[in-house]
């Protein structure tokens, strides 16, 4: 994916751990890196980090559509004026303060791309997901670009522009592992010493868990450079990129 010719990015999805990608988004000048996980290696090339919680990609996406949007049809001016803004809002944790930010990124910009990743694939709400993109595409000034190939395809295949209200967002208090396509977690599970703090987990320590009548022995390694409360894995899953797991400590 080549992102050169935009000055402004808006990424959803995506924890940039493609390197090709990752290459890419540093010669943006403006790039808006929304996630529920801040990644520490993009700090000095992001304009803005604004932080969602794990789950809310309809609500943030229903955001976008409310902030980035214009000349609309008077059936999306009805949907938006019946949304909720402030609840989405404050569900998802991203400020409408932070979107008026980013809008103003947006404005000055002449090549706008939203950037959306693996993590949308296999959310629950995917339908009307692609409901959202489809009106996003047709009444902003955003280019929609995949990270995923089975992703694009599923949105270029729909044709359903009739959108919903967004769902209630189910919670994922505890302990939460992010599943991604990343060798460079090696074989371990990767995690802040927030998160052994919250598993009441130490360094170097085994866990297991199940995922998906799957079980799975992982050792649990910290890494000072990993920010929030969430630990990475370098596993495939046929779900929603983020799980809740119970972790059991391994005496070895």
Do not use: W
């Not at 992982?218 to 495939?236: C, F, H, P, Y």
Request: a negative charge.
């Amino acid at each position: 994916m080549n992102l050169e010719k935009y000055d402004y990015i808006l990424s959803i999805g995506t924890f940039f751990e493609d390197k090709n990608l990752f290459e890419n988004i540093k010669k943006v000048s403006d790039f808006t890196y929304m996630h529920p996980i801040d990644k520490a290696s993009l700090k000095e090339f992001y304009s803005q980090f604004i932080k969602y919680e794990v789950g809310s990609e309809e609500a943030v996406l229903a955001l976008v559509l409310y902030f980035f949007t214009n000349n609309r049809s008077r059936e999306l001016e009805d949907y938006l004026e019946d949304l909720d803004i402030g609840y989405l809002s404050a569900e998802s944790s991203c400020g409408e303060e932070e979107f008026e930010d980013s809008f103003e990124l947006f404005k000055k910009a002449s090549n706008k791309a939203l950037v959306l990743g693996d993590d949308l694939e296999n959310h629950q709400n995917i339908e009307n997901i692609l409901a959202i993109l489809k009106n996003i595409e047709k009444y902003s000034d955003f280019e929609l670009l995949f990270t995923n190939k089975k992703l694009e395809n599923s949105f270029k295949n729909y044709s359903n522009f009739t959108l919903n209200e967004p769902e209630e967002l189910k919670s994922f208090n505890g302990t939460i592992l992010y599943f991604l396509d990343d060798s460079s977690l090696g074989t371990n599970l990767v995690a802040s010493q927030t998160f052994l703090n919250i598993a009441k987990l130490n360094d170097k320590d085994f866990v297991s868990f199940s995922i998906n009548n799957k079980e799975y022995k992982k050792q649990i390694i910290l890494d000072k450079n990993l920010l929030g409360t969430i630990a990475l894995i370098n596993e495939n899953i046929s779900t929603y990129s983020f799980s809740k797991v119970v972790l059991k400590k391994e005496e070895i």
